[in-house]
């Protein structure tokens, strides 16, 4: 089982979804776990539970909603906790220094951090990681159709004194109006469509996408995402 960990105040939980639905298309079992403080997936996830902590299924993806450790999600699925989850990839969305922390994310396999350049969500961001005790290395993963050498400095300055050693590629989300309202479209027909979606952001998801996998081949990659776009 590979888990990887996105941190950061961002909210991130649709963007993980799209990934998650290429991996499922590849042929992975995947499980999303929703560890913010907000539990955006809760109401944007269509499900007919109603319990406070719960896995449901979605195009596919199975995704854990308020099952706050590896430990409860043993024991919610009904098994021992020295056994590993059933899952060949698991993403973790947290956005707090208690969901680091119980989800040992300094543990996973790939750590990106994902961020805008509001100061909420850079300085909020910080204080997540700064939960990491050894020394890591992380991708960022910023919001911004190409920050400006201030604004990533700035970032770097203020995870300093954190345990993350920032890898040297950057992935860049540029973000447009477009994007979100492809997002919100999907979110009220509970459907994952990423064929309107802009080339940049979708350059952002199948570059993530691939370093997931660890797969060099990035035609294989791109093929799959063209027949997720089509629905196929």
Avoid: H
């Amino acid at each position: 089982m590979k888990k990887i960990g996105f941190i950061g105040a961002y909210d991130k939980i649709d963007f993980m979804l799209y990934i998650a639905k290429v991996l499922v298309e590849v042929g992975k079992k995947v499980l999303v776990v929703d560890g913010t403080i907000t539990q955006k997936a809760r109401y944007t996830v269509p499900t007919i539970e109603s319990s406070r902590a719960y896995i449901t299924q979605f195009e596919g993806i199975d995704i854990c909603i308020g099952l706050k450790s590896f430990e409860e999600i043993k024991q919610y699925i009904g098994i021992p906790e020295t056994n590993e989850l059933p899952y060949d990839i698991v993403l973790i969305d947290t956005d707090s220094m208690g969901g680091v922390s119980s989800y040992r994310i300094q543990e996973c396999e790939k750590i990106y951090f994902v961020t805008c350049f509001d100061l909420y969500s850079i300085k909020k961001g910080i204080e997540s990681i700064s939960a990491i005790q050894q020394q890591v290395c992380a991708t960022k993963i910023l919001v911004s159709r190409n920050a400006t050498k201030e604004e990533n400095e700035y970032l770097n300055y203020l995870s300093s004194k954190s345990n993350i050693k920032w890898n040297d590629e950057i992935i860049y989300l540029p973000f447009e109006l477009g994007d979100q309202t492809v997002i919100y479209k999907n979110q009220r027909l509970a459907k994952i469509r990423l064929k309107e979606l802009t080339v940049q952001f979708k350059e952002g998801l199948m570059y993530t996408v691939a370093q997931i996998l660890e797969e060099e081949d990035y035609r294989m990659i791109r093929k799959i995402f063209k027949k997720v776009e089509k629905g196929v």
